[in-house]
C-alpha cells in the first residue's frame, strides 16, 4: 500500500504561481510512475501531467504545457506540480497519484493505483 498525500494548493489570482508537493509513505520501495489529475465541479477527472519513476519520461495535457511543470525527488519520496501563468479554468482539486510501473507512465486514470485525497487550486480572473 502507498499513502499520498498533497500540500500547497491555495486562492490565487489569474497569472500567478502555486506549486503543488505530492509525498508518498508506505511501500515506497517500489518502482512508480506518478501523476497529477485535477476536477473541477460538474467535470470528470482530467490528466494533467505524469513523470515516469527514472524522470525520463514526462507527458503534459495540452492545455498546461509550457505553463506547469512536473519533477520528482524519489530521495523524498515526492512529486511536485509547478504552476505558473494560472487561468481561473485551471481552477479543480488537484489529485496526487502513483502507478505501480518500471518503466514508462500512463496518461490515463485507470492506469493508477493509488490517489491522495486531493487539494484545492482556486484561481480568480
Known amino acids: 500500500q502507498v499513502q499520498l498525500v498533497e500540500s500547497g494548493g491555495g486562492l490565487v489570482q489569474a497569472g500567478g504561481s502555486l506549486r503543488l508537493s505530492c509525498t508518498a509513505s508506505?511501500?515506497?520501495?517500489?518502482?512508480?510512475?506518478m501523476g497529477w489529475f485535477r476536477q473541477a465541479p460538474g467535470k470528470e477527472r482530467e490528466f494533467v501531467a505524469a513523470?515516469?519513476?527514472?524522470?525520463?519520461?514526462?507527458y503534459y495535457a495540452d492545455s498546461v504545457k509550457g505553463r506547469f511543470t512536473i519533477s520528482r525527488d524519489n530521495a523524498k519520496n515526492t512529486v511536485y506540480l509547478q504552476m505558473n501563468s494560472l487561468k481561473p479554468e485551471d481552477t479543480a482539486v488537484y489529485y496526487c497519484?502513483?502507478?505501480?510501473?518500471?518503466?514508462?507512465?500512463?496518461?490515463?486514470?485507470?492506469?493508477?493505483?493509488?490517489w491522495g485525497q486531493g487539494t484545492q487550486v482556486t484561481v480568480s480572473s
Open positions: 497519484a502513483a502507478e505501480y510501473r518500471p518503466a514508462g507512465v500512463s496518461r490515463s486514470r485507470v492506469g493508477y493505483d493509488y
Open positions: 508506505g511501500r515506497t520501495s517500489s518502482t512508480y510512475a
Open positions: 513523470v515516469s519513476w527514472t524522470g525520463g519520461t514526462i
